[in-house]
């Protein structure tokens, strides 16, 4: 497993763990959200061209690399990873309630859980919202330090747009500003279905996803 791989993994775990810290319930969205994403699949033209991995969708752009992330116990695709800039964006989209939602939870777990391994947490307004910076600690084995995790989200109807980003737009503003517009270029599926909150979104392979988009 390489060293990208062991971050994914931590950075899985981290957010999946039991533990359910009281939070705000209200939801966690930017203003402009219906006309600036990210998008429900309600929102965005049916013909535009978009690579469909069943719960999100994403419009191809040049230098783009996707990748699926998928989780070895149950070979269940649990997370999609686009490269972009010397950076990665990796996103799950979750079912939540109508009125209600998910992000101050998730955010509350995320950074109770990165405390509990040693990582430093910074929890700051951003862009698209309240956001956690989170410095973690890396073993000597490799080197030791910290590496800089952003971790962002959004409450959209009836779905919840988790997303972690690693690499460069971590250090370079012009990037970050990039790395949040591929982020907010998506498109969530939820679809009519009924289903219980905090459910992860079905991903599936497209065609073609051998290649970059």
Do not use: C
Not at 72 to 84: G, H, M, Q
Not at 140 to 163: S, Y
Not at 173 to 193: F, H, I, K, N, T
């Amino acid at each position: 497993m390489t060293e990208a791989d062991d971050t994914r993994a931590a950075e899985l775990e981290a957010v999946d763990a039991s533990t359910e810290p009281e939070v705000d319930e209200t939801k966690s969205t930017p203003a402009d959200r219906e006309t600036a994403g990210p998008f429900d699949s309600t929102e965005v033209p049916a013909m535009r061209p978009y690579v469909d991995l069943g719960g999100v969708k994403v419009a191809p752009r040049e230098g783009q690399q996707l990748r699926l992330d998928v989780e070895e116990s149950t070979k269940r695709i649990v997370a999609v990873s686009l490269d972009y800039l010397n950076s990665t964006l990796q996103v799950q989209a979750f079912s939540s309630p109508r009125s209600t939602g998910l992000w101050h939870h998730f955010r509350a777990q995320i950074a109770q859980q990165l405390r509990a391994q040693g990582a430093t947490i910074t929890e700051r307004e951003g862009a698209l919202g309240p956001e956690l910076l989170a410095e973690l600690p890396l073993p000597e084995e490799r080197g030791g330090g910290t590496r800089p995790v952003r971790f962002i989200g959004v409450d959209g109807p009836r779905w919840t747009l988790r997303g972690v980003i690693t690499g460069q737009a971590n250090v370079d503003e012009d990037v970050a500003r990039q790395v949040e517009e591929l982020y907010r270029s998506l498109v969530v599926v939820r679809g009519e279905q009924p289903m219980p909150p905090m459910e992860l979104l079905a991903l599936r392979v497209p065609a073609g996803a051998e290649r970059s988009v």
